[in-house]
Every structure is written in structure tokens, then in C-alpha cells.
């Protein structure tokens, strides 16, 4: 472990991201937030997470004011709303991905071969000048241009105008040859570049090195530099160690770790008016999540899914899917999921939350934009702690609190109930006005027929004249001339799976009519069978000795999706055997990235479902929590502080039907 660097990254264009981190301002620095606010039974799905930097908007690289003022005549071009941005910290200079080969080759290097004559490329344990494995490269042919280059996109290999690089390798020939090694470049080539280290190949291990400054224009392609030699004959060449910092001279050799945190969209461009003022732009960015808490559920009627099933047809719903997903296996079933997404609650994020509730799991973005759902088993049968920090944390948010105490659970399921047969789940209540060439689009919440709450539907039938599902007529109150079933109107769903969804249906109707024909739609409605929620059960998990101790403090908990009252029971007993005792408890810890190892690989690792062992003196704390949130600021361009947000972990070992080996007779019966 080293130090830390920080770099600024915009996606300009497609595929290609732009270092901005030379116009980003050291003060105030760059805040990150992402996950859940607390650690509380309730605490189950992160909220949209968020970025807020500042950039110079009289850029450093060439003096240009309004760069960062999008319609300015100086603004830089791609950068708006909705600009893709991400954050990379590392652990010293080096802005390679994998330098050392440690990792192997595929991912982050790749031949470059004019002419296909490579032979062999990869990672190899022959020989390596650092760390136990190099990169080999063999070929047979002629003088064409062959070596090693970056994968496109990999990493953090943007370039910034105006700017010096030192790019450097350390490679050795398997065979005495001594030829020359170069430094290249797959389009735009730097204003200057200048080799400072060995120029000649051999069979012992030597460092290459170049000092690179750019123009006004840098690499078109993420990080295409090549070292390459022309030779004809067979050859074996190794290379190692391959490093490039922000710097004007040589430093020592190091492999980095990294952390890219984003990528997050633009959401706010906040540019310091004055020009003899501050003369800076405050930039405010949303994660993925912001999108799932605007996007409207536009699902089909799903019927017996488990949460991953139905997580998974949400994302696929969207317009734009995250950078990654990861879904742990499902455990128990959703009977009719879904059913209760009405109005304004009709979004992508709140059923995230339903869902991650109604199953004891938890749905949260990872820093690098993966989204995740944890099972209810995966905290309950861990017991590993990722970290330990005893006494060594920055600071702590401890109390004994009545307020952090849970000692009265009521959680309650809602097993549907089925209508008998088809019946109208939603209809319109006042004829509807379409204008000759006009398309206009409605959606109708069902209801219950007998009580008019909201319900869900299944089995929705298609629209039928003959059963009178719609008519039209050129008059308000039905008379004139009647459209019903006339082929100027066109009458469909709206919704992008073109059937109706599980709590509403969206209805599209177009007037092929001539302009200045007005119609109106009189009658129009959804037949289906309604799933109904008559009959919720609502169980209770009590600590007595608690509530005599400390007085009664209950949460009510809503499992919408849960059927399952047997579930509901073990889940809330889980619950009471970690919130009901009056303990110090921790719900913050503060750490800061310095050359301290723990400390460091905490920022550039921990996230939201990690566990930490806390041991302090003064609170007598001495237990494990799991990590819900973390907000991350870093200043100085390198010191950074991570504040991470904590749910209380148990010791005990559980023991889960079909997923836990009956290996540990000390183990508590899990749900």
C-alpha cells in the first residue's frame, strides 16, 4: 500500500472517457453517497446514489472560459445532462489496470499484430521482473510492427490535454537479440515524446520509459499505446511492470489497485456566474438507481416468480439496463407480485424496495454501478468478518439508545385471493375526448369491484367489441354517430410489452380520422381476474424481558409480495435476536486513507455488504456489523474519507433448510 490518486473521468462519446481531473477543484473536493440511509429492519433498498464535484470552468489545459457551461461557444463538446461521470481512486500513480500480469492477460492487454503472425500471447510463470507473473508475446514473420497494447476502454488510461505522462514497461528477450523497443500509438500521438530509459532489448529485465506531453488533442481511443519492435525471425518477448502516471519524471515501480466508482449521470450543472468571481461550475450526478425511481413498471402480469426472477424483468423493462448485475439465487415465491404498484408508486425503485421487504433481502447499486440482490441467507449463514479495525478507526457514532432498540415486531403477508371469473378491473368514468389525428394515451389503476381499493389482475382478456369493452360515438353523452369498432380508431396498450400489467393497464387509442372530427371514447375497460388482498395476516415476534426493561418500541413491517405468515415468523425472530437488546451500539464508523493499510483498503474496497469487526475501548463496543452505506469524500486530489453506515451483524451460525450443512449442533434454526 502506497498513497492515494484520485482521477475525474467524463464519457464524451461513445465507449471513449476523458480525463477532466486537471480542471477538477482539490477544494471542496468530490463527495460520493451511495446505499441505505440506516440500519434499522426497514433498512432493505438503497436510495439513488450521488456524485458532487466542482470543475474550473476557466480550464487549466488552455484558458477557455465556459468550458464547462453547456450552449457556451467554449463548452466542451458531450459534456450535458445525463453526461456519463466516474471517480477512480487508487493506490499510488500507476493508471494501469494490471500492470504487474498478476491478474492475467485477457481482460486488460492485448496483442498488437499487423500482420497475424503472433504465435503466443498471455499470461506466463517463466519469468517476471516483479511478482510471479509476466505477459509473454511470440511470433514468427516479418518487419511489420508487433508487440503489446491496452484493451480499448480498460481502466484508467484517458490522457488530458496539455499534459505530461511518464509511460514506462519493463521487458526482456527469451533469446540474446538485441533489438529496438518502441514507444506507439493506434491513432493521435502526443506533441512530444522523449525515451529516458533503455532503448535496446535483452535477455536481462530493463525498464523503457518515454515522457509524453499532449497538445491540444490527445489519444481518440482510451489508453491505445503500443510497445512494439520491428524484427523479423522468432521471438519471445516478456513484459512486466508496464506504468502510467501523471508525472514528468521516472518513478519507482507500482502495481496499482484501484476502485471505479460510477458510472453516474449528470443531473445538475451549477456554473458561478462573474467573471471576476470564482469562475467554477458545481456538477451534481445520479447513480443508476435515480433512473429505476422515475422508470414506470411496464411488466407483463407475472404469476409464481421468486425475487431474482422478478428484479431481473424489472431491469430488462427499462430503457437503460445497469453496468452490471448481480442476483443471488431465489429462495422462496412470489405468488401475484406487483399488484399493489398504483399511481405514484408505480415506479421501477419502489418495487425494488417491496421486493427486497417481502423477501427479507436487500436490493443496493455497488460502486461500480452493479446491481445487487443479497438473499435473506446471505448475511444470515455469514459469520467472516472482511475487516477488523480495533482502535484504529478515525471515529466512531456510538449509543445505547432506546430509539436504535426493537423489541415488538409486526409483520404482516397478504395471501391473494382470486375473483371467481372475469371482471372488469378498470374502466373509464367520463367519456374521453380524441381529436381527428390525435393519439393520446390513458392508464387506468384496477380495483377491486366489490370495494374499489386498489388490486392486482391477472389473465386480462383482449379488448372486445362484441363484449362491449369500448364505444365510441361523436357526441359526449353517447348519441350521434356511432365509431364503435370503426376502423379509423385504433385502440391498443400502450405499455412497451403491448399487454396489460399486473395493477394498471395502459391504453393507446389513435384517430385515423380527419382533422376537425371529434370522437368520443364512451365506454372503454379492462376484463381479467382481480387479485385481491381481503385478507391480510399479521404476525408478532416480542421480547418480553426487553419491553419490561426499556418500555415497548415496535416497527410495523409490510411484506406486500409475502404469502407466506410461516415466513413472516421466522424473519421477524431474526430480527428480534438482533434489534430487541439494549446494547452500545455503532451506526457509523470513520475511516481515512493514509499509508495505514486497513484504513486505505477500506476505501478502496468496502461497500455495501461487507462486515466489520469494531473493537473500541471507550464504548466497549466489540462486535460485527454489515456495511449498508458509504459516503466517501476526497480532497487535496488524495486524502480521502469514507464514512460507512452500519447494520448490526450476529455471531450466531444459522441453520437454513436446503442451503446450510448440519455441520455445527450450536447453529439457530434460520427462516
Known amino acids: 500500500m502506497g498513497y492515494l490518486t484520485v482521477s475525474v473521468e467524463a464519457n464524451l462519446a461513445t465507449t471513449v472517457w476523458t480525463d477532466l481531473t486537471v480542471d477538477t477543484r482539490q477544494e471542496p473536493g468530490i463527495t460520493l453517497d451511495w446505499g441505505m440511509d440506516g440500519g434499522r429492519p426497514e433498512d432493505n433498498c438503497a436510495r439513488p446514489g450521488t456524485c458532487n464535484l466542482t470543475l474550473d470552468n476557466e480550464t487549466r489545459t488552455n484558458g477557455l472560459r465556459g468550458r464547462y457551461s453547456p450552449g457556451h461557444t467554449n463548452a466542451l463538446a458531450g459534456f450535458d445532462l445525463n453526461t456519463p461521470l466516474r471517480v477512480i481512486l487508487q493506490d499510488g500513480p500507476n493508471r494501469c489496470v494490471n500492470g504487474g500480469m498478476e491478474t492475467g492477460t485477457a481482460a486488460e492487454w492485448t496483442t498488437y499484430d499487423g500482420a497475424g503472425e503472433v504465435t503466443a500471447f498471455g499470461q506466463t510463470a517463466a519469468t517476471s521482473h516483479s511478482g510471479t507473473m509476466s505477459c509473454k508475446i511470440e511470433w514468427t514473420g516479418g518487419n511489420d510492427a508487433k508487440g503489446i497494447r491496452p484493451v480499448a476502454g480498460v ?4 490522457f488530458s490535454p496539455y499534459t505530461t505522462y511518464v509511460v514506462s514497461c519493463w521487458a526482456r528477450m527469451l533469446t540474446a537479440s538485441t533489438p529496438f523497443l518502441y514507444l506507439g500509438w493506434v491513432g493521435t500521438a502526443p506533441a512530444t515524446s522523449v525515451l529516458i530509459g533503455a532503448t535496446n532489448l535483452s535477455t536481462v529485465w530493463q525498464r523503457f520509459a518515454w515522457v509524453i506531453t499532449w497538445g491540444a488533442t490527445v489519444n481518440a481511443t482510451v489508453g491505445d499505446f503500443v510497445f512494439w519492435l520491428n524484427n523479423t525471425g522468432t521471438h519471445t518477448i516478456y513484459f512486466d511492470d508496464i506504468q502510467v502516471e501523471r508525472a514528468a519524471s521516472i518513478t519507482d515501480w507500482h502495481d496499482s489497485a484501484h476502485r471505479i466508482c460510477g458510472p453516474y449521470r449528470i443531473a445538475e450543472i451549477t456554473p458561478t456566474p462573474g467573471q471576476y468571481l470564482e469562475r467554477q461550475v458545481g456538477v451534481l450526478a445520479t447513480d443508476w438507481l435515480e433512473e429505476a425511481a422515475e422508470a414506470p413498471i411496464q411488466t407483463s402480469a407475472m404469476i409464481r416468480v421468486d425475487a431474482p426472477t422478478l428484479i431481473g424483468t424489472l431491469i430488462a423493462s427499462m430503457d437503460r439496463q445497469p453496468t452490471a448485475t448481480e442476483l443471488d439465487a431465489g429462495i422462496g415465491i412470489f405468488e401475484y407480485p406487483l399488484r399493489d404498484m398504483t399511481g405514484p408508486n408505480n415506479r421501477v425503485l419502489a418495487a425494488f424496495k417491496e421486493t427486497a421487504q417481502s ?18 441467507n446471505s448475511r444470515a449463514g455469514n459469520t467472516t468478518d472482511d475487516f477488523t479495525l480495533s482502535d484504529t478507526m478515525h471515529g466512531l457514532e456510538a449509543q445505547r439508545s432506546r430509539d436504535a432498540l426493537v423489541n415488538f415486531f409486526n409483520l404482516t403477508t397478504h395471501p ?12 373509464i368514468l367520463t367519456p374521453w375526448l380524441i381529436q381527428g389525428g390525435q393519439t ?15 388490486c392486482g389482475g391477472v389473465l386480462t382478456q383482449p379488448l372486445s367489441v362484441a363484449l362491449g369493452d369500448w364505444t365510441a360515438n361523436s357526441q359526449e353523452n353517447g348519441f350521434g354517430t356511432d365509431y364503435t369498432g370503426n376502423s379509423n380508431l385504433v385502440i391498443g396498450y400502450g405499455s412497451s410489452t403491448g399487454v396489460p400489467g399486473t395493477s394498471n393497464v395502459i391504453f393507446q387509442v389513435h384517430s385515423n380520422f380527419a382533422v376537425g372530427t371529434d370522437v368520443y371514447i364512451t365506454t372503454l375497460r379492462q376484463r ?12 408478532a415476534a416480542v421480547n418480553a424481558t426487553s419491553i419490561t426493561a426499556y418500555g415497548r418500541k415496535t416497527v410495523d413491517v409490510d411484506l406486500p409480495y409475502q404469502s407466506d405468515s410461516n415466513f413472516a415468523t421466522g424473519l421477524a425472530e431474526y430480527w428480534k435476536s438482533i434489534y430487541s437488546d439494549a446494547a452500545m451500539r455503532a451506526s457509523a464508523v470513520f475511516v481515512r486513507a493514509a499509508a495505514d493499510a486497513t484504513p486505505l483498503a477500506m476505501v478502496l474496497s468496502a461497500d455495501i455488504g461487507t462486515r466489520i469487526r469494531l473493537t473500541e475501548t471507550m464504548t466497549g463496543i466489540g462486535e460485527s456489523y454489515w456495511v449498508q452505506g458509504v459516503a466517501l469524500t476526497v480532497v487535496a486530489g488524495m486524502l480521502a474519507d469514507m464514512t460507512l453506515r452500519l447494520a448490526p451483524a450476529v455471531d450466531d451460525l444459522f441453520f437454513v433448510l436446503d442451503a446450510s450443512e448440519l455441520d455445527n449442533l450450536t447453529r439457530k434454526l434460520g427462516y
Open 155 to 158: 481502466g484508467n488510461l484517458p
Open 359 to 376: 423477501d427479507g433481502g436487500f436490493v443496493y447499486l455497488t460502486s461500480d454501478g452493479t446491481l445487487r440482490y443479497e438473499s435473506r
Open 416 to 427: 391473494p385471493v382470486l375473483s371467481s371469473g372475469y371482471v372488469v378491473l378498470c374502466e
Open 440 to 454: 393520446v394515451t390513458l392508464t387506468l389503476d384496477y380495483r377491486d369491484p366489490d370495494t374499489g381499493e386498489p
Open 528 to 539: 381479467g381476474i382481480a387479485v385481491l388482498d381481503r385478507d391480510p395476516v399479521t404476525v
